[in-house]
């Protein structure tokens, strides 16, 4: 056995305790007297440096401190710590295994599955992979794990150690001072959430209430409404029959007339004339607007088509026929332009049964429409242009008598029919306006609506805002209230915060409770919503963000470490759209680390004087 191989200092002790048992021997061997007694003494003393010179568990290389009574030689046999064989006390570090285990080498490289362990004064012990023993490296600071060439430099090491250690555990103290403030503002927080839904559902009960009273009144104020257009729709149709039924009457009377007419001017074309005649009585019943813009377009083509017919055949009558047929042609117009312009001061006077009176004479509550000066300049402009139709003198039509009659059959007729066809036109377009999409009637006939029911609908849509708005905040409030806020609350505070870093030309944002976004430039990303904790709290994620192009939905991880203030590091993409970081946060911080970080320092000698005036 290779002394186990002591240190140096042992081995020099053990030769001197030997000389010094040598030289007893000697002395008790001079006498005979003595002889027995130094066999005796041979005996005890062999044992005891045997024990004490190297095969005890206190001076085996490689051994553990708190193992060492599992290598005591009290029968001179080792058994291994799997319990499957018994070895020789002397076969412990002779740099073969004979243990599965490896545990009857802790000192040497024979074993692949042992362990050396590195005292390390001064410094932290460790636990080196016997494989490292003895292979040229000095792993261990005091240099045990090599038999020589490593220096011992333990204790600059720990001094380095020694500052870490005080300066982690400032953080971590300065983090528990943070984390019991931030559970006493979380309880704060709940007990005012708690307060303000109590009152929000009160004000939403109260709001529910008006809502439910104006729909009541908006259902009464349809129903009125609809009532009235009713009963304007009754009336209209009343008129309508009436009109009818004038018209039917007026049928006849227009026929003896336009028979009349073609007697007296005793030419084959009077009959068209007689539509002529048609024309000027188109506006004496109340007809339709539809009705009356079809009649001034006949009434035109008409004349036109009996002044050609004159001229093509070259028949010339007596002048004062012509003279008597162009007269009565002109003043049939003269009266269709009259009863046109009356039949459209009716219409604007009743128009959709909604009287029109000055507003002077209308008292503050009325629900009769009254007119803008807008409304009623256009009611005048269009009275003045018929009226101004009207009042044409005939005698501006005379020019075309005037012509020679040897003139080409069209140039005879041709001013005549403009002037006919261009005031009809300005009186259709006085009676129907220049828009062939409807009647002026049919087109601006407005729609009863009171000024009560239109406060009402407003009232009401403002109420079912406000209820909207305190019921989305009523939710908001009951969802933090379930939410996992950590262990003792300490991430209450965190609820509708928010925290951001740059890393490169990427930044990120992270909201505990809510949403995570990668931005750049002026857009972001979507990294996902809110999904909870891990078991242990030690992670925080995000999942379900935007889908990568041909990937999975983006989603963030994020480690929990123990910080002074809130903070995100570290941010990466390891897999395709799955992004992973670190968040410092006083909420994770807790007395068990703070523990162990102070007995590391008094392993290393306690706090230092710094450290102490800091305190």
Avoid at 246 to 272: F, I, L, W, Y
Wanted: charged content about 30%; glycine content about 10%; proline content about 3%.
């Amino acid at each position: 056995m290779p002394e186990s191989r002591l240190p140096r200092c042992i081995i020099v002790a053990q030769i001197a305790v030997t000389d010094l048992f040598l030289y007893l021997v000697y002395v008790l061997s001079l006498s005979t007297s003595g002889v027995r007694m130094v066999r005796g003494f041979l005996v005890l003393a062999l044992a005891a440096f045997v024990q004490w010179s190297g095969v005890s568990g206190s001076n085996i290389r490689g051994l553990a401190p708190d193992l060492r009574q599992k290598y005591s030689n009290s029968k001179g046999e080792f058994a291994c710590f799997d319990g499957v064989g018994v070895v020789p006390f002397d076969a412990v570090n002779d740099d073969y295994c004979d243990c599965q285990d490896g545990s009857d080498e802790p000192g040497t490289s024979a074993c692949g599955n042992g362990e050396f362990y590195c005292e390390n004064i001064g410094h932290q012990p460790r636990i080196l992979a016997s494989q490292f023993v003895d292979d040229g490296i000095c792993d261990c600071c005091d240099g045990s794990d090599e038999i020589e060439g490593c220096g011992n430099t333990c204790a600059e090491l720990g001094a380095e150690l020694k500052a870490d250690i005080e300066k982690r555990l400032k953080v971590v103290e300065t983090g528990l001072k943070t984390k019991e403030a931030r559970i006493a503002e979380g309880l704060t927080l709940r007990k005012s959430w708690e307060e303000e839904i109590v009152r929000i559902t009160g004000e939403v009960e109260k709001q529910k209430e008006v809502v439910e009273k104006l729909r009541v009144e908006k259902i009464e104020a349809d129903r009125i409404e609809r009532e009235e257009a009713e009963r304007q729709q009754a009336l209209e149709d009343s008129l309508k029959t009436n009109e009818t039924s004038g018209d039917d009457a007026e049928t006849g009377e227009t026929e003896k007339r336009d028979t009349e007419n073609a007697e007296n001017t005793g030419n084959p074309g009077a009959g068209d004339e007689g539509e002529s005649g048609t024309l000027g009585n188109t506006g004496e019943g109340v007809q339709d607007s539809d009705e009356a813009e079809e009649g001034w377009s006949e009434a035109v083509k008409a004349s036109a088509q009996h002044m050609e017919q004159k001229e093509v055949s070259g028949e010339q009558e007596p002048d004062s026929a012509s003279h008597s047929a162009q007269a009565n042609a002109e003043s049939d117009m003269e009266k269709s332009v009259e009863n046109s312009v009356d039949v459209e001061s009716k219409e604007e006077e009743s128009f959709g049964g909604a009287q029109v009176v000055p507003e002077s004479q209308l008292g503050g509550d009325s629900d009769v429409e009254v007119l803008d000066e807008d409304e009623q300049d256009d009611i005048d402009a269009v009275t003045y242009d018929a009226e101004d139709a009207y009042e044409m003198d005939p005698k501006d039509y005379d020019e075309a008598d005037n012509e020679d009659p040897s003139s080409p059959p069209d140039s005879t007729s041709h001013g005549f029919m403009e002037r006919v066809s261009s005031l009809a036109n300005r009186v259709k377009d006085s009676m129907f306006g220049k828009s062939s999409g409807g009647t002026k009637a049919s087109q601006s006939r407005p729609k009863v609506k009171t000024q009560e029911q239109s406060a009402i609908s407003q009232q009401l849509n403002k109420a079912e805002s406000e209820l909207r708005s305190l019921e989305s905040k009523l939710k908001d409030l009951n969802d933090k209230m379930t939410r996992d806020h950590g262990p003792s609350g300490e991430y209450t505070s965190l609820d509708g915060r928010c925290v951001d870093v740059q890393v490169g030309k990427y930044g990120y944002e992270m909201c505990p409770f809510g949403e995570a976004k990668q931005t750049e430039g002026g857009g972001s990303t979507g990294l996902g919503s809110w999904h909870g904790f891990d078991e242990a709290y030690k992670w925080m994620s995000f999942s379900r963000g935007r889908k990568c192009w041909s990937g999975p939905a983006r989603s963030l991880n994020l480690q929990l470490q123990c910080g002074e203030a809130d903070e995100i590091m570290n941010v990466e993409e390891p897999n395709m759209c799955e992004y992973v970081g670190i968040f410092k946060t006083p909420a994770f911080c807790n007395q068990e680390e703070a523990e162990f970080l102070r007995v590391q320092l008094e392993q290393l000698g306690g706090l230092s004087q710094e450290r102490k005036d800091e305190l």
